[in-house]
T-cell receptor, first 115, second 112 residues
């Protein structure tokens, strides 16, 4: 069975400091992994995707994620937080191989950014 | 180009009434998904359409829930005899390749 676990339900950082949102996955085979962001009262926006072409994935708005098979992790990072980064972030695995690509979501991490 | 659109954006209904939620996917996307986002359950898969194939209904929580997709484009999610636990945000997504999914803004359903 495939699943993702987001290790923190809430993360608070100061503006200009690094962001780390942690995600561990469980998968029987090479996973398809994503990070989505949801700003208050807005829809889900794709931040980045892991395609197996490279273990370090760059996304929008300066976010990156590194796929580490040995640690079954796909943590999301950003060198310097901005106030506009405050949102909820979801680590997601896709059941791409035999279930049409339906997405399994982590429980979400709420990111707060203090001025 | 135009993204996924959903209507209505908000719906308040009385317990026991039926509701219909609409999703217009991105033109040309063959796959369409419905998800539900609620406080207690997080984000969960409901149903998936791919072209003309039979839909994957494995995520529907009860037989009060149904969905159809007409002409391989617009989809309607119907909830019959609504209950308070159906209150949630219903999200639709479409995909050109069963890989990247693009989400609509959602319909917030409140059952009173």
């Amino acid at each position: 069975a495939q699943s993702v676990t987001q290790l923190d339900s809430h993360v608070s950082v100061s503006e200009g400091t690094p962001v780390l949102l942690r995600c561990n996955y469980s998968s029987s085979y090479s996973p398809s992994l994503f990070w989505y962001v949801q700003h208050p009262n807005k829809g889900l926006q794709l931040l980045l995707k892991y395609t197996s072409a490279a273990t370090l994935v760059k996304g929008i708005n300066g976010f990156e994620a590194e796929f580490k098979k040995s640690e079954t992790s796909f943590h999301l990072t950003k060198p310097s937080a901005h106030m506009s980064d405050a949102a909820e972030y979801f680590c997601v695995v896709s059941l791409i191989y035999n279930q049409g690509g339906k997405l399994i979501f982590g429980q979400g991490t709420e990111l707060s950014v203090k001025p | 180009g135009a993204g996924v659109s959903q209507s209505p954006s908000n719906k308040v209904t009385e317990k026991g009434k039926d509701v219909e939620l609409r999703c217009d996917p991105i033109s040309g996307h063959t796959a369409l998904y419905w998800y539900r986002q609620s406080l207690g359950q997080g984000l969960e898969f409901l149903i998936y359409f791919q072209g003309n194939s039979a839909p994957d209904k494995s995520g529907l929580p009860s037989d009060r829930f149904s969905a159809e997709r007409t002409g391989g484009s617009v989809s309607t999610l119907t909830i019959q005899r609504t209950q308070q636990e159906d209150s949630a945000v219903y999200l639709c997504a479409s995909s050109p390749n069963n890989y990247e999914q693009y989400f609509g803004p959602g319909t917030r359903l409140t059952v009173t």
